[in-house]
């Protein structure tokens, strides 16, 4: 099983909503990553969990706020978005057998009106 | 920080032809994978291919890490070829993308 979920797969939420975005994988995978992509742009790096732990923040604005609850599980917590954070949100997540090699979610299309 | 040049920017090609898209790097990396990403956003493996050659159908890729280029082959392409292919090497938990080859295959 070479399967990373996310949900929910679209969301659209005001600039004084807090929702949450959710991925998880069952591949025992010990690294976990969030990625945001603008249209007709490469997917960039937010955040990289490993083992559980916060290893990397690429200057992310604090109204994103990771969480990894256990080793399958990564949230994104966003509040106080603004319309210029619409964006595909992609995880991924990495075998430490194989030089990280990532596999991805399906994405969840955020619209912040 | 390490630079990824991916070229052709764009390729337009007849269902049937083949092509060879490239990935230039800057320094030296720990891996280098290849995606494809559909019209729905999904990106979807297609190589993970830190040195030497891989064939997968009619994908091929080969990386010459000393030479820091990796070349991606599509043989016969067909529509659903259609859509963006990334390469992305890592370093350590970083992962960069190169800016893509967007392919469009017409029938």
């Known amino acids: 099983d070479t399967e990373v979920t996310q949900t929910p797969k679209h969301l659209v939420m005001g600039m004084t909503n807090k929702k949450s975005l959710k991925c998880e994988q069952h591949m025992g995978h010990r690294a976990m990553y969030w990625y945001k992509q603008k249209a007709k742009k490469p997917p960039e790096l937010m955040f990289v969990?490993?083992?559980?732990?916060?290893?990397i923040n690429e200057s992310v604005p604090s109204r994103f706020s990771p969480e990894c609850p256990n080793s399958s599980l990564l949230n994104l917590h966003l509040h106080a978005l603004q319309p210029e954070d619409s964006a595909l949100y992609l995880c991924?997540?990495?075998?430490?057998?194989?030089?990280?090699?990532?596999?991805f979610g399906p994405g969840t299309r955020l619209t912040v009106t | 920080g390490i630079q990824v040049e991916q070229s052709p920017p764009d390729l337009i090609l007849q269902e049937g032809a083949n092509s060879t898209l490239r990935c230039n790097f800057s320094?030296?990396?720990?891996?280098l994978q290849w995606f494809h990403q559909n019209p729905w956003g999904q990106l979807i493996n297609l190589f993970y291919i830190p040195s030497g050659t891989k064939q997968n159908g009619r994908l091929s890729a080969t990386t010459v890490a000393t030479e820091r280029y990796s070349l991606l082959y599509i043989s016969s392409s067909q529509t659903t070829d259609s859509g963006v292919y990334f390469c992305a090497v890592v370093l350590g938990f970083k992962t960069i993308f190169g800016a893509g080859t967007r392919l469009f295959v017409k029938a």
């Open positions: 969990y490993s083992y559980e732990k916060l290893s």
């Open positions: 991924a997540s990495s075998r430490p057998d194989r030089g990280l090699e990532q596999y």
């Open positions: 320094d030296s990396v720990n891996n």
